[in-house]
T-cell receptor, first 118, second 113 residues
Framework: NAGVTQTPKFQVLKTGQSMTLQCAQDMNHNSMYWYRQDPGMGLRLIYYSASEGTTDKGEVPNGYNVSRLNKREFSLRLESAAPSQTSVYFCASSLQLVGQGIMNTEAFFGQGTRLTVV | ELKVEQNPLFLSMQEGKNYTIYCNYSTTSDRLYWYRQDPGKSLESLFVLLSNGAVKQEGRLMASLDTKARLSTLHITAAVHDLSATYFC?????????????WGAGTKLIIKP
C-alpha cells in the first residue's frame, strides 16, 4: 500500500532557484493538501485542492504555486526559492467530497520533503 | 475563525505515570482527529472522533470528545518510552473554511525511563 508518495525526500536549493515537489496518492481520494512544518509552528496549510480541477489558497500561499494534474497528483512549485522557505513540506490527501456531503476528512500524509534554501 | 489550542505544548514525564493532553477549539465542530509524529517522520493517524461523547482507546492511549465543551483529551495511562512523540489534534472546520482541518501546535511528549 503506497498511500501518499512525495518526491524528493531531501533537497537543497540556492536562493532564486526553482523546483517542483511532486505528490501522488493511490487511495482514490478527492482532496489533497500541501503543508509546511517549521519548528514550534505546527502545520500550516499552503494550498489545497478540494477536488480535481480546483485549487485554493491556505494560510501561507505566498511564494508557492500548485497544480492538480489529475485526481492522483498534486504538485507544489517554488518559482524563486528564498531562505524563509526552508522547511519540511508534507503532502496529504483525504476522501472528502466538498459540495456533495462530507464523507471523510481524515488526512493521510506523505513522508515529507526536507527543503533547505541557502 | 476556528482556532485550536493544545496544552501543554511540552511534557516530560516518567514511565509509569498517567497524564492528559488537552485540545480546545473555538467554534462548533463534530469531528476531531489525533495524530502522532515521531522525530523526523510523517504524521500518523491515531484516533478519529466523529461525535459528541466519542471515546476511542488503543493500548495506553485513550481519546475522548466533548463537543459541547469544545474539548478533546488524549489520556496516557502508565506511560512507556515508546510513546515519546509529538501529538497533534486537528479539528474539522465548517463550510466557511471549506471543511479544512485546523491544527493544534502539537504537544511534544518525552517519557523518561
Amino acid at each position: 500500500n503506497a498511500g501518499v508518495t512525495q518526491t524528493p525526500k531531501f533537497q537543497v536549493l540556492k536562493t532564486g532557484q526553482s523546483m517542483t515537489l511532486q505528490c501522488a496518492q493511490d487511495m482514490n481520494h478527492n482532496s489533497m493538501y500541501w503543508y509546511r512544518q517549521d519548528p514550534g509552528m505546527g502545520l500550516r496549510l499552503i494550498y489545497y485542492s478540494a477536488s480535481e480541477g480546483t485549487t485554493d489558497k491556505g494560510e501561507v500561499p505566498n511564494g508557492y504555486n500548485v497544480s492538480r494534474l489529475n485526481k492522483r497528483e498534486f504538485s507544489l512549485r517554488l518559482e524563486s526559492a528564498a531562505p524563509s522557505q526552508t522547511s519540511v513540506y508534507f503532502c496529504a490527501s483525504s476522501l472528502q467530497l466538498v459540495g456533495q456531503g462530507i464523507m471523510n476528512t481524515e488526512a493521510f500524509f506523505g513522508q515529507g520533503t526536507r527543503l533547505t534554501v541557502v | 475563525e476556528l482556532k485550536v489550542e493544545q496544552n501543554p505544548l511540552f511534557l516530560s514525564m516518567q514511565e509509569g505515570k498517567n497524564y492528559t493532553i488537552y485540545c480546545n477549539y473555538s467554534t462548533t465542530s463534530d469531528r476531531l482527529y489525533w495524530y502522532r509524529q515521531d522525530p523526523g517522520k510523517s504524521l500518523e493517524s491515531l484516533f478519529v472522533l466523529l461525535s459528541n461523547g466519542a471515546v476511542k482507546q488503543e493500548g495506553r492511549l485513550m481519546a475522548s470528545l466533548d463537543t459541547k465543551a469544545r474539548l478533546s483529551t488524549l489520556h496516557i495511562t502508565a506511560a512507556v518510552h515508546d510513546l515519546s512523540a509529538t501529538y497533534f489534534c486537528a479539528v474539522e472546520g465548517g463550510g466557511d473554511s471549506n471543511y479544512q482541518l485546523i491544527w493544534g501546535a502539537g504537544t511534544k511528549l518525552i517519557i523518561k525511563p
